[in-house]
Every structure is written in structure tokens, then in C-alpha cells.
């Protein structure tokens, strides 16, 4: 930018004439797109104790796209997560009851797709 104009006060966005301005030849370059405003995040706080990883260790139920699942949460990743001693959810019954009325246990450890996960959470 030209110094008589920042001594002026004046920004590139002003139209200056040459003739006005001896020493100025040419016109201030004009931003031709339309600025919109934007928000940006400023600051990102990452929390280890949040989410999934917040309840490894604790028995949680997943509400998935098809089904329920239930179980010791002991392993979490981008992709899946393990339950061991899992279980499908057939029938919730009342949710204020300690049990479920319809958990049928699978074989092993089970892993769940997090891409599939609904909501989750501790219920039973």
C-alpha cells in the first residue's frame, strides 16, 4: 500500500483518481466476490473422558441401526467398538426395571461398527 495513503487513513478498498494524486498511477484493486462473514472455531479442547471412552468398563447399551446390543465396554476405536459378554436386546421391558425382558448372551466378544451406533449410553 501506498504510504500517503496509510498516512492519509485511506484503505485499498477507497478509489483514488490519478489525476487527485500525482504520485498514484493506477487504482486500488477491488475484491470483486462478496465477503461473507464466517465463524470460526478458535480453540479445540479434546477430552479424554467424553463418549464412548468415558464409559469403557462399564456395562452399556448400544441402540443401533437394527438392533440393541449390551455389554462390558472394553474396547474403543474410529471403527468399532468390543463388548464382552454381550448381548442382544430382543425386548427392553420397562426401563426403570434392573433386568431386561429379552437379552439373548452371544458366544464371544462381540464388535460393533460405531458408523451403526445410534445413541448409547449406561441403562441396565
Not at 467398538?81 to 426401563?95: H, Q
Request: net charge negative; aromatic share 8%; with cysteine.
Amino acid at each position: 500500500m501506498d504510504l500517503t495513503l496509510l498516512r492519509l487513513g485511506i484503505d485499498q478498498e477507497t478509489s483514488i483518481h490519478p489525476v487527485m494524486w500525482g504520485q498514484h498511477t493506477e487504482e486500488p484493486r477491488r475484491n470483486s466476490r462478496k465477503e461473507n462473514k464466517m465463524k470460526k472455531l478458535v480453540k479445540v479442547e479434546e477430552v479424554e473422558s467424553e463418549g464412548l471412552v468415558g464409559l469403557m468398563g462399564q456395562v452399556v447399551t448400544l441402540y443401533c441401526l437394527n438392533y440393541i446390543y449390551t455389554g462390558l465396554l472394553v474396547g474403543v476405536n474410529d471403527t468399532y467398538v468390543k463388548l464382552e459378554s454381550p448381548k442382544i436386546v430382543y425386548e427392553t421391558g420397562d426401563f426403570t426395571d434392573k433386568q431386561w425382558k429379552d437379552a439373548q448372551p452371544l458366544p464371544n466378544d462381540w464388535y460393533v461398527k460405531t458408523d451403526c451406533i445410534e445413541s448409547f449410553g449406561i441403562l441396565k
